[in-house]
């Protein structure tokens, strides 16, 4: 196994207070509220810790909506992947991939009763990141050439024993623009109704037998098979029972995704995990092949002109990413970090799943896809490809056992499909305790921003409590902020310093390095 060291702090920069912009879930102008940083780099251990105080990243973007104040509140949502049954419409999206490959056999249009599928299908490939569109210009200033110096010395250092992705790329632009999906969904949903009795009902097929009735068929079978069989061990003859009705244990996810297909099955689906970095050779070889086809996507989907779907747009968006990667012993074996979870069909690139693999869970990013092949449900697979890969990775890792699915908006009707991947939790937007998701939505139903933690005296467990220990980075040197500010003259900066702390909480304001210029 290689070696492996541990990686450096977290970097980031702080734009201290709010930002504004269109929501791309009711479409108010400036609705849509946020804090934000831009993260130089990031250990996967500060990730998955800003992500439970409700922070989440778009490339090297990380934000935090505020919850009370923005238009349409998201709710962090994590599934329980162990405990996860699939439900009947889950099926019949694995069935029905699994028909494909086996037959070939395409179905004719959306399934009628699977009131879901539609939608899951249209938001899950937008909202795994980000449906909303992000507009934000930071007016960010260069880094200093001390700053440069200390990292690109420490980036030499690094490269001896870890392959760092985006080492380079320090000194940003004068303006980040993230342009993101719409959040609308490509087709309305379907729903079908049933004849009402005595109109339009098949009168050509036996009526429905009513299901108490049958059991009472099957109580009747059951005591005349177990008199029977009583009759005969009486008089010392053998006992032939009738054979026993299938078992009503229901089919796991696994045997679900990988039942076996026949030799001659009409296609092969290929499923590759490889780490978002230019120096992996297979994610630089597909590179050209994954950006066609997310032009593909953004333009059938999302009705985005292809001259705006450009290479850097997508590599900042969904390549770059400022979690380091991480190899421990007694982590999973693809390590952590940042991954493309690609699928091929028949030797073809059909969907990309962006995934974070962290030390407690998959944190699933976006997704985008072939819109050729819509039918076969794609969001929906790979939704449960990835909760399966998740119990995959738990089997070594024990502490690996959640499934992040972004945010949760109860506001937004057509963005709950999440909540139907159960059980799940979401997280109080308060206290940063998850609560699970039956026991928050019907506070949910009433108020679109809702404390979820029924404690009234329980309080942020994680919040900051001694700014002093916040670290900073200053002139090529990392220190604490209660050193800092002994040699700084101007006071209003600690108020920045306060509100950024009390975001990211005690143990992330102690790790990770908060630059000042």
């Known amino acids: 196994m290689a070696s492996w060291s541990a990686p450096s702090p977290s970097l980031v920069e702080y734009f201290e207070g709010q930002t504004s912009f269109q929501c791309g879930y009711c479409k108010n102008k400036l609705g849509s509220r946020s804090y934000g940083m831009w993260a130089h780099s990031m250990t996967v251990q500060d990730y998955q810790d800003l992500i439970d105080r409700g922070w989440r990243r778009s490339g090297k973007y990380v934000y935090k909506p505020v919850m009370d104040q923005t238009c349409c509140p998201q709710y962090t949502i994590r599934c329980h992947p162990l405990q996860f049954q699939p439900s ?55 880094l200093s050439s001390d700053l440069k110096g200390s990292i690109e010395s420490e980036e030499k250092e690094k490269e001896k024993s870890i392959k760092k992705e985006g080492s380079k790329e320090l000194i940003h632009p004068q303006s980040i623009e993230e342009k993101l999906g719409s959040g609308e969904p490509s087709h309305s949903i379907k729903v079908h109704i049933g004849p009402k009795p005595g109109k339009g009902a098949d009168l050509s097929k036996p009526p429905c037998r009513k299901a108490r009735e049958m059991r009472k068929e099957r109580q009747r079978l059951k005591r005349m098979q177990q008199a029977s069989a009583a009759a005969l061990e009486a008089q010392g003859q053998p006992v032939c029972l009738l054979p026993k009705a299938k078992s009503n244990q229901p089919k796991s996810l696994e045997d679900l995704i990988f039942q076996s297909l026949p030799e001659n099955a009409s296609h092969k689906l290929e499923v590759r995990l490889v780490p978002a970095s230019f120096e992996d050779p297979e994610f630089n070889s597909s590179f050209n092949q994954s950006f066609s086809l997310y032009t593909k996507y953004q333009v059938a989907i999302h009705q985005e002109a292809p001259e705006i779907c450009e290479k ?11 979690l380091e990667a991480e190899r421990p012993a007694n982590g999973p074996e693809c390590g952590y970090g940042s991954f493309h979870q690609q699928y091929w069909l028949d030797g073809k690139m059909i969907a990309v799943g962006v995934l974070d693999i962290l030390p407690y869970c998959v944190s699933s990013v976006y997704l985008y896809y072939d819109p050729d092949y819509s039918f076969l449900s794609l969001g929906v697979y790979s939704a449960l490809r990835e909760i399966a890969f998740t119990r995959q990775l738990h089997e070594r890792t024990s502490q690996l056992s959640y499934y992040y699915m972004g945010f949760y908006i109860h506001s937004c009707p057509k963005m709950r ?11 109080c937007p308060e206290t940063y305790v998850w609560v699970p998701i039956e026991q928050c939505l019907p506070s949910l139903d009433n108020s679109k921003y809702c404390r979820f933690n029924q404690d009234p005296e329980a309080e942020d467990e994680g919040r900051s409590k001694e700014l002093d220990r916040l670290r900073v980075f200053h002139r090529r040197s990392a220190m604490p902020y209660g050193v800092y500010k002994n040699h700084q003259e101007d006071p209003s900066e600690e108020a920045g310093v306060l509100e950024y702390a009390n975001l990211v909480g005690q143990k992330c304001s102690e790790r990770m390095l908060l630059f000042r210029h």
Do not use: W
């Open 88 to 142: 009947k419409s889950h099926k019949k999206v694995l069935k029905k991939m699994l028909k494909f490959l086996a037959k070939g056999e395409i179905s004719k249009g959306n399934c009628e009763d699977e009131p879901m599928d539609s939608t899951m299908e249209d938001a899950v490939d937008g909202d795994f990141a980000l449906i909303n569109k992000l507009d934000i210009k930071c007016d960010l200033k260069t």
């Open 312 to 322: 850097s747009e997508f590599t900042r968006f969904l390549c770059s990413s400022p």
């Open 417 to 427: 499909y999440k909540g139907q991947y159960r059980p799940s939790d979401l997280l």
